[in-house]
Structures are given as C-alpha cells and as structure tokens.
C-alpha cells in the first residue's frame, strides 16, 4: 500500500502561479496528474515515468509543468498561467507495477484524496 497526499491547492488569481505537492510514503515507478469535476470525466493533466519522460494534455502545454524529486519521494505540479477552467480538483496517482502509460486511469494503482484548486478572473 502506498499512501499519496496532495497538497498546496488553494485559491489564485487568473494568470497566476500555484505549485502542487504529491507526498509518498515509498518510492513509485510511475506518477501522474489528474483533475475531475464533479460530472465530468477524470482529465489526465501530467504524467512523468520511471525514466523521467514527461507527457502533457494539450490543454496544459506551455502552461503545467510535473517534476519529481526522488530523495523526498515528492512529486510535483508547477502550474503557471492558471485559467478559470483550471478550477476543479487535483489528484495524484502512482503505478507501482511500472506500466508508465500516460495519462491513462487504468493503471494507476493508488490515489490521493485530491487537492482543491480554484482560479478566479
């Protein structure tokens, strides 16, 4: 069992800056970002894979940025140019198994609780 927590959500102001934070409790082969708003379906936003290979949805490109720092077992989420429809919740996910499939929610294994994030005008 690998326990994920998410942190550094919050509020900010169109345009702005907000940094995420996926604390886990061991080390994890596959990361990735999600967000889901109620009725919809979950979005993937980021992923980063064992060998550090990054993906991005087109709808954060130039915008989100996911780094990991192995030592703290810590992902990341930089989150730059924020947009109203950035607003929603933010999960974390791991794939302890190493299949490393981008921004797919079938094979994440273990999820945070998510993170709030809202982005006013």
């Known amino acids: 069992q690998v326990q994920l927590v998410e942190s550094g959500g919050g509020s900010a102001q169109a345009g702005g800056p907000l940094r995420l934070a996926c604390a886990a409790s061991?080390?994890?082969?596959?990361m990735v970002w999600f967000r889901q708003t109620p009725g919809k379906e979950r979005e993937g936003v980021t992923s980063?894979?064992?060998?550090?290979?990054?993906t991005y949805a087109d709808s954060v490109k130039g915008r989100f940025t996911i780094s990991k720092d192995n030592a703290k077992n810590t992902l990341y989420l930089q989150m730059d140019s924020l947009k109203p429809e950035d607003t929603t919740m933010y999960y974390c996910?791991?794939?302890?198994?190493?299949?490393?499939?981008?921004?797919?929610?079938?094979?994440?294994?273990?999820w945070g609780q998510g993170t709030q994030v809202t982005v006013s005008s």
């Open positions: 996910a791991a794939d302890i198994l190493g299949r490393c499939v981008p921004l797919s929610t079938r094979f994440y294994n273990f």
């Open positions: 061991a080390s994890v082969l596959c």
């Open positions: 980063i894979d064992r060998y550090g290979r990054t």
